[in-house]
Nanobody, 125 residues
Framework: VQLQASGGGLVQAGGSLRLSCAAS????????WNWYRRVSGNERELVAT???????NYADSVKGRFTISRDSAKKTVYLHMNSLKPEDTAVYYC????????????????????WGQGTQVTVSS
């Protein structure tokens, strides 16, 4: 079971980035997706959430600038980040909730959470 996050990088303040998080082929169901971020030395912060029905929720600090979306057919979640600020600099992690996947014996397995490996976003002033 694997979540592969990508799309981070270095961008100037005011710029944009799109993060992606793709589920491995053996995952066949994900209920909800979340994006978290962690600034070095700080606790992880929930940035955005999207449910299986498409409802979204955002941290106050990113409302109006970030948009979370999902492509269920591709088993991928995105985080579109606009008007980036230096304080958005962090490692961003994707998280999948209520995951169903096939193990190596092709038996279905349920897990509460799965995490991606993190992708660094750096916003320069």
């Amino acid at each position: 079971v694997q979540l592969q996050a990508s799309g981070g990088g270095l961008v100037q303040a005011g710029g944009s980035l799109r993060l992606s998080c793709a589920a491995s082929q053996n995952i066949f169901r994900v209920d909800g997706w979340n994006w978290y971020r962690r600034v070095s030395g700080n606790e992880r912060e929930l940035v955005a959430t999207i449910t299986s029905s498409g409802s979204t929720n955002y941290a106050d600090s990113v409302k109006g600038r970030f948009t979370i979306s999902r492509d269920s057919a591709k088993k991928t979640v995105y985080l579109h980040m606009n008007s980036l600020k230096p304080e958005d600099t962090a490692v961003y992690y994707c998280n999948a909730e209520n995951v169903l996947y096939y193990n190596s014996e092709h038996a279905p397995v349920a897990t509460r959470y799965e995490w991606g490996q993190g992708t660094q976003v750096t916003v320069s002033s």
